[in-house]
């Protein structure tokens, strides 16, 4: 046996992690990047080489990520609600890493006392949304045949709690159209993956409880996720060889064991 196929003295582990910018040549695309798991998303698709823009409906927001990650990142204002401007973020454009973030929660009243315009406004986003951008994506990944999708959908699409109704449906519908896709796709060459978060701190109580305090006390006496553990488990997902479709994760919070029981220490 020559020296050259004998095997080396120190191999590398199996699960060394990958190193340099795995994702350099990738057209990467994240909804909802001017806050929370998007923005940080996008920092962390740049930190591994991708091209990325980033959308939302607040410039300014978006303005400074771009000045902060630098060459090759663009912004793009998109209210995802409308279908015809997600279709115009598209054209022109083949992005390969399209992560469909844009959502939200509002209210947590029980049905009967539930404001149908938050309902519009969620099923708008959270579900028409989501297919909006990926009815868009998917043309251009078809033709080449590889792509990756990333919906963010959320432990509350996999169990419901009480104030959750419509919120809860909307997230069901996104676990309901990441099922169809991969049946509808298969084939294709691209990858689906759907991360299902549990409690995350962002921007994403404020918004859905109306005030800063609110927001606060949801997370007292607990330590919740932060934006970087999505980020990083999305990172993990499409940076895999493409012939490993990492389906679903679900990731929760060590201090909460299901959508209603949290560990809290006061
Ligand atoms: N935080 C949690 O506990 C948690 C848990 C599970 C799943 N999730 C999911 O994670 C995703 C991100 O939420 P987050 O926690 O990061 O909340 P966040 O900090 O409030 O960020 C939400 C993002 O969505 C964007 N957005 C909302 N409506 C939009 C619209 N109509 N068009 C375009 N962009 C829109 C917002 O940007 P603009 O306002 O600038 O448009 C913002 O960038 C959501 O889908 C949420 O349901 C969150």
Redesign the pocket.
Known sequence: MSSSDSAPASPAPASAPALGRPLAGRQALV??????????TARVLNALGAAVTV?????E??ATLVEELGPGTRAKS?????ADAVAALFEGEAYDLVV??????LGVAPLHAGDPSDWS?MI???VK?VLHTVRAALPGMRERGRGDLVL?????GRQVYPGGNV?NA??HA?KAIYDALRLDEVGSGIRFTT?????????????RLGDQNAADRVYDGMT??G?SD?ADAIAFAVTRPAHVNIGEIVIWPTDQASTRDVHRTQ
């Open positions: 909804t909802g990047a001017s806050a929370g798991i998007g923005a940080q959308v939302a409906r607040r410039q927001r978006l998109c209210d995802v609600r409308d469909a973030n844009a959502g939200l929660g406004t708008d986003t959270n949304g963010i959908g959320s432990v509350a919120y909307t997230k996104v991360v299902d978060p549990g409690m995350v701190q962002t921007e994403f109580s404020v918004v919740p996720l934006p999505v």
